[in-house]
């Protein structure tokens, strides 16, 4: 499972390029815990979101982003 808030990226008062970059090619799968984790493929099935990289606070942190998709998104999550 990958979670935005959890790779490493800390909270700086600019943008870093290298952290945009890690950050949007991260997702949170799965969003919605499966009834039987050890059998999920982590393929979006059941739900992701694709990690943003925004200002929040006066900070820019990585977070999951608004939109919630299902199946293998492109790039395929981590």
Known sequence: MQWCW???IVATPTPLLQFKQICES?????????ADPA???FDCSSGCRKCVYEQIEGLY???????LSYG??????P
């Open 6 to 8: 959890n790779i490493g």
């Open 26 to 34: 991260a997702y949170i799968d799965p969003f919605n815990a499966p």
């Open 39 to 41: 059998s999920y493929p």
């Open 61 to 67: 942190r990585c977070r999951g982003g608004p939109v």
């Open 72 to 77: 293998c998104p492109s790039p395929s999550p």
